[in-house]
């Protein structure tokens, strides 16, 4: 039986007892490339990605779940990585904006379509706008308007491009079953 | 946020001896949608953090039992938000799960953690210089005298006004779901019905669980009603946000469309998942008409009082019952 982690300040500052730790080394994949670190447990998945790995195409919006600014992958599945504890990332892969475009730097299809149909103005909420998307479609939720509507309502844009980014993601939607 | 300790154990009974021995305020971390939450806010402070997010005892699904369905804790919402048997049979659970969050929070977020999210208003969120004595036990309630227009109104008491802001459990209650859940004195299975307190004078203490006690699974009774369900959900905005008032409702018809069972229960208006027993009563051996409809839900909201702002939640719900007990009855198999 572990000894018990007391509660007051000296706790906090000193070294836990197994199994618990106040550093974390945590290993994942991030678009592809295997990443390993020592994590302090309270670092979010977001802050992660922009302050260490220097990924800042990830949005931080709220900082809170509520804007979907920060939306990532973790395998293949779309998270506020805002309130995923980095921890949390061990063993998975995570996929962010920087890791969508081909192989010779060409858009990915809903990248691509967010250009044709003007679905952002100043730009913040776009690539999780564009993470929710492509889930969205992988996910078979965006049928039609209104379910795409429904599926992507934790992607708030204050700009109101809407009707850009729902154009955007059907249309790339009526392609993939065609 | 302040500093805590991690450990993420290999299996159930690991991580409930490493909760015991990181003493009374550790808990345990699932989908982190409200725990990570509120602890960036500071308004939760766990020394230490057991993660139980993957454990694959807790995952397991299984909707194909002849007697119950049964949900491990750990399953996401989203997941079982698409169980075929649920959205064939069981749609106000399917729906109540749909309309919870984003789709984000619901693929994060699991199935066992939503029963236990706080029950909260801004006033709790917001920290100081706001009173709450769900935060800190005794100082006051400042949405009682402020902007209570989300705030409750059935089950409050002069201590919190707070809304019990959960869908799903709301769905579980009106089918009388359990769960069984594991702890430092062993198992026990507990009603759904009995899990949440209301308020009263201690609104710190949301639910009957002891100090490291873990949702190991979710059992619902299998029953026919449940094909003529229903969750309806009304919101200040179509999608995601939190329910002004819901309601979760099945009824089962005989031959002559008269009602033979009933199952009502209300959200987004009581402090804790609101069962409608009386409202139930009022349905069953009668048609199912606009008129014993809207009888019901003038019955669930019998015991409610209105505070500042949120009096038309109680015109709004009866409504929402009688618009579900309409959606439910179109549904039911006669």
Sequence with gaps: MATPVRTDETARTTAPSPPFSTTVHVGFRVNDEDVELDLDPRESLLDVLRERLELTGTKKGCDHGHCGACTVHVDGRRVVSCLTPAVQAQGTAVTTIEGVAGPGGELHPVQQAFVDHDALQCGYCTPGQVMSGIACIDEGHAGDDAQ??????????????????????????????? | MRPFAYAAPASVPEALDALVAAGPDARFLAGGTTLYDLMKLGVEAPPAVVDVHRLPELAVVDTAGPDELVFGAGARMADVAEDPVLLRDYPMLAES?????????????????NLL??????????????????????????????????????????SCIATYAGDWAVALIALD??????????????????????PGSHPERETTLAAGELILRIRVPTTRTARGSTYHKIRDRESYAFALASAATAVALDADGVVTDARIALGGVATRPWRAAAAERTLVGAPLTVDTARRAGEAALAGARPGRHNGFKIELAVRT?????????ERAVQ
């Design chain 2, 117 to 158: 999210q706080r029950t909260r208003c801004s006033y709790f969120r917001g920290g100081a210089p706001f009173a709450c004595n769900k935060r800190e036990p005794g100082s006051g309630c400042s949405a009682l005298e402020g902007i209570d227009r989300a705030h409750a109104v059935l089950g409050t008491s002069d």
């Design chain 2, 177 to 198: 779901a359990v769960v069984d859940v594991l702890g430092p004195d062993g198992a026990r299975t507990v009603a759904l019905a009995d899990l949440h307190h209301e």
């Design chain 2, 321 to 329: 019952v009688t618009d579900a007990l309409r959606i439910a009855g």
């Design chain 1, 148 to 178: 795409a509507r429904e599926y992507l309502s934790g992607n708030l844009c204050r700009c109101g491009a809407y009707p850009g980014i729902v154009a955007a993601v059907r249309a790339v939607a009526d392609r993939s079953e065609g």
């Design chain 2, 97 to 113: 799960l749909a309309k919870a969050a984003s789709q984000q929070l619901r693929t994060m977020a699991t199935v066992g953690g």
